[in-house]
């Protein structure tokens, strides 16, 4: 990925033969597949989440402005971290917190090798890891959670499974719960300056239990910056993290249940963000959550931001450099999916943090990011 294959470095064409109007068939670069498609297809009323945690930014190498602040920022944002420096022997796999002490669970070796390869991810890896361990390290009450089928009609009615009551009540005020001691644990592990104020801030605000309520109800109403209770990027990834540990037991026979039922929409059935990756495979596209990890199936065809069908708006962005990872890009909307197309490297190109150079790449060249993230460019 880190090859200077093309003009930007992944071997994308540049912004300006970046495709804008189709005439009637859906283009691809660099001798794409067609446009997977399927059947019906909804507005765009999914929540786009905006303001990730962009202060540890960072993307493969590349040549562009956007590209060179961003390993700039994930410099800056890395600073004290273990394995800050512009080098990685991965020690990522067996570093402790340092202050818990705690080994954190082996990395996946595809994402090892990926930092291996882009080094300057490293310090990005690092916080992410460390959001995580705080979150983890919280003990979590065991949820005696109703059948999924109380949320069947809900489900129907098209409502995401947190913001539903059955298990959405109990789930959120367990969140809730969990952002207060996470956020006690997560000042006390060595983050860069910049960070470690931050998460003061959150502290702070979360000491009040009204606040967390407040917290869990404006991340899952789409985490608008404007509207946060404290510093938006570093709230939601500390929010996520805590919702992962809840969630954990449940994705799976949640996603086991819902599999026989028709969602039929693009925005995730568990938390309602529009997705901000896919996975193709053969004819089939599986949508991915950039919040909450969930992947869902049976979306309509077309654009998940803006329910675009037209092939003729909708086109490819692929690169010899970039195998595995293409654009699919929406001339209506201008929003863009990341698609992973290949098997085996899913903790690469479905985390969405590791391939954040290429969200930057297609901003360049005019699109928008619509899908919910995590993290900020
Ligand atoms: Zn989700
Ligand atoms: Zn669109």
Known sequence: MAAQAGRDGLGWPP???????RPSTSRTVSGAEPVVQAPGETSGVGRSRTGGAGAAAAGPVQATPRARQARSVARRGGEGLPGSAMSCDCSVRTMETPTTREPLKPMDPALQRWLQQNPFLVPLAHFEVQVRAAAEAVPVPVLALPPWSEHRLEHENGVPLLLGEPHGAPLRAAAAELLGPASERVVEVALPAPLAEGMKE??????????????????????????APVQAALLQLL???????????VLEPF???????RWGRSTCPLCGALPMMAHARGGERTLVCGCCSSRWRDAPPGCPHCGNRDTGRRARLESKASAGLRLDVCEAC???????????????????WPTLAHDGLAVERGYIRRGASLWEL
């Open 15 to 21: 912004p300006h033969e970046a495709p804008r109007k």
């Open 202 to 227: 959150v502290r702070a605000v979360l000491a009040r239990p009204e606040a967390r309520v407040e917290a869990i109800r404006w991340l899952l109403a789409g985490a608008s910056p404007q509207a």
């Open 239 to 249: 929010a996520w993290k805590c919702f992962g540990r809840l969630l954990a037991p």
């Open 255 to 261: 996603a086991a249940w819902r599999n026989g039922l």
């Open 334 to 352: 201008k929003g863009y999916l990341k698609v992973y197309t290949r098997e085996g490297e899913e903790a690469v190109y479905l985390a969405d």
